[in-house]
């Protein structure tokens, strides 16, 4: 079995509706967030719905324009669609050159967490600036940075963000090699942040790395291929859950 059941709107057949979740920056657990960018674009609202019947929490939505990163994806109209078909929570990170200028369309079409990264041109090195321009629009705020990147450069911005994402991979495309070095700057970052604020990874996090991952300190993990190209996707995540709780374990038993 590759999939599970999708769930269907009674009042509209056929619509395909995911899971509804209310604001996960409530909930201290851990949580898996499938990724758009690896599902398929041909059924994505189903593909999406069916990954999250399987045990994903919501979705992770990946926008690129091929500038600052070299890849391009998805655009607001993608997100206002998807938007109809769930009620479940939309974390949006924004791999572009002007996130603070395109941040409104994006909550406009439904998206409750805005990310951005600091080497953005528009965001020109003042992070705090950034993050509280788009906070103003009444979404979530997350600031993130490519592999390269200090993660010093995130702290002007911590007072004023939700969310502090560490990329494991370069982005710009799905399936690549986890970086496990980057998890230093998951365990810098860690003590810096307060209650309520989340520590997200994303780039090639499944059952092999996403144990590690946990340890370092992260909240929030972002899942693609090892999700929408596992063979049998409820057990792949049942697998990661299983990891998540023993290095919760782990933990717990050297204090």
């Known amino acids: 079995m590759r999939g599970c059941s999708p769930v269907v709107g009674a009042r509209r057949p056929g619509r395909v509706f995911f899971a509804r979740m209310t604001n996960p920056f409530d ?27 399987c045990g994903g929490d919501f979705p992770h939505i990946d926008v690129m324009d091929g500038h600052l990163v070299p890849n391009l994806s998805i655009g ?12 479940s929570f939309f974390d949006v990170h924004l791999m ?9 369309p994006f909550v406009k079409a439904g998206a409750q967490n805005i990310t951005f ?4 041109p528009e965001v020109n090195g003042d992070v705090a600036a950034a993050a509280k321009a788009i906070r103003r629009l009444g979404c979530k705020v997350g ?17 004023y ?7 494991s991979v ?16 998951a365990r810098k970052v860690k003590p810096r942040l307060r209650a309520g604020q989340k520590l997200e990874i994303d780039g090639g996090i499944g059952p092999a ?24 996707r409820k057990t792949a995540l049942a697998e990661m859950r299983s990891e998540i709780a023993a290095a919760d374990a782990g933990a717990r038993g050297a204090c």
Not at 117 to 120: C, G, I, K, N, R
Not at 211 to 228: E, K, L, M, N, Y
């Open 170 to 185: 370069e982005p710009g495309f799905g399936g690549q090699k986890f970086m496990p070095e980057m998890l230093e700057k």
């Open 27 to 53: 909930d201290p657990g851990p949580k898996i967030l499938p990724s758009i960018l690896s599902a398929d674009f041909a059924r994505l609202a189903a593909d999406l719905a069916d990954a999250q019947s």
């Open 117 to 120: 990264h600091v080497e953005a």
């Open 161 to 167: 963000v939700d969310l502090v994402l560490i990329m």
């Open 76 to 87: 607001v109209p993608i997100v206002e669609k998807l938007r109809k078909a769930t009620s």
């Open 209 to 232: 790395t996403i144990r590690q991952a946990r340890a370092a300190g992260i909240d929030w993990f972002v899942v693609g291929s090892a999700i929408f190209d596992a063979r049998d």
């Open 96 to 104: 572009i050159d002007a996130p603070i200028t395109y941040a409104a």
């Open 143 to 159: 600031i993130t940075l490519k592999p390269g990147t200090p993660i010093e450069t995130v702290y002007p911005a911590l007072e």
